[in-house]
């Protein structure tokens, strides 16, 4: 970050007024989004936005309106999330760190560190509800798991590019002003980050969901609470994917995964799902049966679509996301 930045930002003035706070939480959902994008964790992107919002509202009184608002927020959460992205390793998916494991695996393991891992992302914490149906339709896919996960390939300067001209379709010319940066430099670097992108398995986003993949869904829904394995197979493309952060292992195949169903993972019998609203679309959480009684938290379940089959299956093994989405904590029987 530059001096010049720096005094921008402001972050020792004195605070203004505090009723400018209102004005600067309303961009606190596209600000979680864009950082979201950047860091693949919502909750790093949320510690990310507080710190954006923290220094413009003690910075705002030294606001001299040269660039919008909104811009003046965007160059500060970029320099935040860029610092994050320095300090740290990037986050992955399972799949990205080494080849599928045999169905027969007797446990799991091991979990890696939560750092580790792309994160699953409420829709309402990193989609807005309002605006142009085309620019809501853009912003649902490039939230999409796979596409997040893609971007983190990315340098993050590179991954800032991508995001501020490809998604947010801002001029190269704005994003080489809130990046400090030459309009030649924010070209090519565009230029090599789609490079990257293309070469990758999730090169773009993907499309929306059609009636079909909704309907593939339900059945997905009805055949996983019966614990109807063979039938739960028949969804699956079969070169699909099943991984379960925070572990490592993953499977790869849709006999491989009814295996492991039916073997290590057999726990999941009685589960309960309750769909929710994660990374551009629809997602399940499962309830797994409490020998107490009820059902408790057990994982967030993000599915992938593809030619009218499941082609990926990520089950987020983190009952602590559950509030975050707004879920009880238990399922009464």
Known sequence: MTAATAREEGSQAAPPDPGAAAELDGFRVELTGYAYRMLGSVHDAEDAVQETLLRAWRGLDRFDGRSSLRTWLYRI???????????????????????????????????????????????????????????LAVARESVRLAFVAALQHLPPRQRAVLILRDVLRWRADEVAGLLDASVPAVNSALQRARATMAAGAAAAPGPPLD?????????YVEVFERYDIDALVGLLRDDAVHSMPPYRMWLCGAGDIGRWLVGPGAGCRGSRLVRVAANGGPALAQYRPDPAGGHRPFSIQLLEFSGGRISGLTHFLDPRL????????????
């Open 322 to 333: 559950f509030p975050r989405f707004g879920l009880p904590t238990r399922l009464d029987p």
């Open 77 to 135: 959460a970029s320099n935040v999330c860029l610092d994050q992205l320095r300090a740290r390793g990037r986050r992955a998916l399972p799949a990205d760190l080494g080849l599928p494991f045999p169905p027969v695996a007797a446990a799991l393991g091991a979990p890696e560190p939560a750092g580790r891992w792309v994160e699953p992302a409420p829709d309402a914490a990193v989609l807005a509800t309002v605006g142009d149906p085309a620019e």
């Open 211 to 219: 009636r079909e993949h909704r309907d593939l869904l339900d059945r």
